[in-house]
């Protein structure tokens, strides 16, 4: 993205925050499932939700005005993007991710970022996710919603990746499973072990059991960070793991993936990635701001680094390259035979 020149292109940064409201607003009141029946009028709208109908309008503008939805002689109806994502039940729906996630949980913690940015938070306001699944409803929300925002970066990697040489794969805070589930369901001979706290597991084993891969997808309940990983796998996957925890910690996990690799296995490392030279993707770098409102210890993750750490800590055959378009990447090594 080039450097800005109109305060027009400053105004859209700073009133960004509205439109992300308004999002999260017609997710609660399920105005894009309810337009997936085709298109309706404001007091269409009202009539089969809570909001008033002057209110439903002021949204459904707001929506048009972002693309969201379209406007025909009062009527309204979902852009093709809003069908393919924000539909209840839709093939791709992340809508959940969103609204519960995003809107509810790390939405607010933006509010202490100036606060974290200067090392001046409370041990109230300050966390890990280590205290945040200690709680069971916490956990919940999390869980369920990132495992539907999940599960289109684990569908990415299953194309991507070529594993039909793996058998075995070691998911670090793989979470509920998406990407184990998805990725054992593409490579017929692969089995799973999952790390995540007990809270987070427990979650996991239900939509484990519902794919019907209870026999190849087991857990291993607590903190990732800890030496309870088993040995001599084939693939060792850690995604979204590098920007909840603290800086310090990367070279740590890197050397242990090494050491609980077997010959020829490789490590995978999906994550908010910017580049070497700091311009960019913005949205990596915006989730890197907003991971350092709740972990303050966090550092940003760049191509230079991993393009050295990697090699520096004995693997071979390092790439970093893209994954979700302008927000994560996947790098990659194989430890030698």
């Not at 427990?202 to 088993?230: C, F, H, M, T």
């Not at 890197?254 to 949205?283: E, N, Q, S, Y």
Request: with cysteine.
């Amino acid at each position: 993205m080039g450097v800005l020149t109109q305060a027009d292109e400053i105004s859209e940064i700073a009133f960004g925050y509205m439109g992300s409201k308004a999002l999260f607003a017609a997710l609660e009141s399920d105005v894009f499932t309810l337009l997936s029946s085709g298109p309706m009028t404001a007091e269409d709208i009202a009539g089969k939700t809570a909001l008033e109908p002057d209110r439903a309008e002021m949204l459904l503008t707001a929506l048009a005005g972002l693309g969201l939805v379209s406007a025909d002689d009062g009527r309204f109806a979902n852009s093709p993007a809003a069908d393919a994502f924000l539909v209840k039940g839709a093939k791709y729906d992340f809508s959940d991710y969103l609204r519960l996630q995003v809107g509810q949980q790390m939405y607010p913690l933006m509010n202490q970022i100036e606060a974290a940015l200067e090392n001046r938070l409370s041990d109230e306001e300050t966390g890990s996710y280590a205290d945040w699944f200690s709680d069971p409803a916490q956990a919940k929300l999390y869980s369920e919603s990132q495992h539907a925002g999940s599960l289109g970066p684990a569908r990415q990697l299953a194309r991507k990746t070529d594993l039909s040489d793996a058998k075995t794969m070691l998911d670090v805070g793989g979470g509920t499973g998406a990407f184990a589930i998805t990725l054992c369901q593409k490579n017929p001979q692969l089995t799973a072990t999952i790390v995540d706290f007990p809270n987070v597991a427990s979650l996991g084993k239900q939509y484990v059991k519902q794919a019907n891969l209870a026999s190849r997808i087991r857990y291993v309940e607590g903190d990732g960070r800890e030496d309870i990983w088993p040995k001599n796998n084939d693939i060792v996957l850690m995604s979204y793991l590098f920007s909840g925890v603290p800086g310090e910690a990367h070279e740590g996990l890197i050397a242990r993936a090494f050491d609980h690799l077997a010959p020829g296995g490789r490590l995978l490392i999906h994550d908010f990635i910017v580049d070497a030279d700091r311009t960019g993707p913005k949205l990596a770098a915006l989730w890197q701001l907003q991971h350092t409102a709740f972990t303050p210890e966090a550092r940003s993750l760049d191509t230079g680094w991993l393009e050295t750490a990697l090699p520096a800590a004995g693997f071979e055959d390092v790439s970093v390259g893209t994954m979700i378009p302008e927000m994560t990447m996947l790098a990659q090594g194989r430890r030698p035979k």
